[in-house]
């Protein structure tokens, strides 16, 4: 019996803890890359000079 309890009470490595504290922050930097190309996707202005990207809420007005 006394072999068995020390699967039991193993402690996680810190290695571990690392891989998945890696893990989920290059999940979220995927996703919220993935979340900003679909939105500035409608921003996108396709011309003869080649692709730009038209923002409009960072345009400034000249005019006043």
Do not use: C
Not at 3 to 11: A, E, L, Q, V
Not at 23 to 42: C, D, M, P, R, Y
Request: hydrophobic share 50%; charged share 20%; net charge positive.
């Amino acid at each position: 019996m006394a072999s068995g309890s020390r699967k039991i009470y193993r402690r996680r490595g810190p290695l571990k803890l690392i891989l998945k504290i890696i893990f989920g922050l290059i999940l979220f930097a995927v996703v919220l890359a993935v979340g900003i190309f679909f939105w500035f996707q409608t921003y996108i202005v396709y011309t003869p000079e080649g692709v730009r990207l038209d923002i409009p809420f960072l345009n400034r007005d000249v005019d006043g």
